[in-house]
């Protein structure tokens, strides 16, 4: 039985915001399309870490479980949310040590990364040149996928919605 899996079993009766990270956590787990190692325990905390308080008044309000999830959880997964992505963002620029180790960049290069080709051209060819302008545009390029985040998930926003 998986983490996911037994974290279902034992949080049965436990709060819906937590059943459906559970339920998230197992659904990307069986289909291996992520790595939800780190990433899945800070999302899991965060969603634990959202006041009771909140979802009960949301339920006195009259808040169907669809309101209480898009007006109250998700809100509240915004900081911890653009935190997890960022660091995937940069995780996936950073894919060198697979590359050097597996294939070197062969066969002609169709393997390579960015990453692997900023090694290669400083430290085979000594084109140092060419080699900080990899590593520039790669951090530019980390750096403006990180402001667009930053205004997807309104992050400096002050403004309520509904």
């Known amino acids: 039985m998986s983490v996911a899996a037994s974290l279902i079993a034992t949080t049965m009766n436990a709060s819906t915001p937590l059943l459906l990270a559970a339920l998230g ?10 790595n939800l190692g780190v990433e899945g325990i800070m999302l899991m905390a965060a969603i634990m870490g959202v006041a009771p308080t909140l979802y009960e008044a949301a339920e006195l309000d009259g808040a169907g479980l669809w309101a209480r999830f898009r007006y109250i959880t998700m809100p509240s997964l915004r900081p911890t949310t653009f935190y997890v992505m ?13 590359v050097m180790m597996l294939t070197g960049g062969n066969p002609n290069g169709k393997t390579s990364t960015l990453q692997y080709l900023l090694y290669d051209k400083a430290f085979n060819q000594f084109a140092f040149g060419e080699a900080s302008a990899i590593g520039m545009i790669s951090a530019v390029t980390i750096v403006i996928l990180t402001v667009i985040l930053n205004r997807t998930l309104k992050l400096n926003s002050t403004e309520q919605e509904g």
């Open 86 to 98: 960022v660091n995937m963002i940069i995780g996936s620029f950073n894919v060198f040590i697979q």
């Open 25 to 34: 956590i197992l659904v990307a787990e069986r289909s291996g399309v992520l």
